[in-house]
């Protein structure tokens, strides 16, 4: 069982910057693949980044590329998504993901999800 905690979410403006985190309790968080998603009112829960195990390799959504930035601190077990030039269309509640595949989360799986942190962009 791995549990996932998220923080970092919070009110900004347009332009703002702001890091979210996720914190992975246990001795099992180097074993596991992290991803980020979304989801805004109304719509399906989207990809946003993903990093394997190691940190050595990460995807992105298209969404993301150029703006964000995922990596992770296997000594903190915690992964962090750095999102930067925020719009109001990146409001969402933004969950973190654990699997064992980085695929599977590129494929919107995973084996675990945290409760999530709201996001919210001010014109």
């Known amino acids: 069982q791995v549990q996932l905690v998220e923080s970092g979410g919070r009110l900004v403006q347009a332009g703002d910057s702001l890091r979210l985190a996720c914190a992975a309790p246990?001795?099992?968080?180097?074993?596991?693949?992290m991803g980020w998603f979304r989801q805004a009112p109304g719509k399906e829960r989207e990809f946003v980044a993903a990093?394997?195990?190691?940190?050595?390799?990460?995807r992105s959504a298209e969404s993301a590329k150029g703006r964000f930035t995922i990596s992770r601190d296997n000594a903190k077990n915690t992964v962090y998504l750095q999102m930067n030039s925020l719009t109001p269309e990146d409001t969402a509640v933004y969950y973190c993901?654990?699997?064992?595949?980085?695929?599977?989360?590129?494929?919107?799986?995973?084996?675990?999800w945290g409760q999530g942190t709201q996001v919210t962009v001010s014109s």
């Open positions: 993901a654990a699997d064992r595949m980085i695929a599977a989360l590129t494929a919107r799986r995973a084996e675990y």
């Open positions: 246990g001795r099992t968080f180097s074993s596991y693949a």
């Open positions: 990093i394997s195990y190691s940190g050595g390799s990460t």
